[in-house]
């Protein structure tokens, strides 16, 4: 029932960067990627954002909320995971 985030590709400085407005609002954006962690094991991002959520406590489910996070979802048998990795 909440309204969708809107993103969009700007340039900031001598970047490109995406977007996201938010007004109460919850959504994600998603790409697949196929690499091979052998020849690429790192993974490096940055973000910027105008506030914090007040309240906002990741570590307790009724209170998690933020601004910006980054997920990630791996191929395999999740079955083998215990259920709180799943």
Known sequence: G?????YEVVALAIERVVRADADSS???????LSVD???MPILTFRWR???LVSGADSTQAHASDSPVRV???????????????R
Do not use: N, Q, Y
């Open 71 to 85: 997920m990630l979802a791996f191929d395999g048998d999740k079955s083998s995971l215990p259920v709180k990795d």
């Open 2 to 6: 909440k309204a969708r985030t809107r």
């Open 49 to 51: 954002t105008e506030a």
């Open 37 to 39: 962690p052998s020849t």
């Open 26 to 32: 919850a959504s994600g954006l998603m790409a697949d």
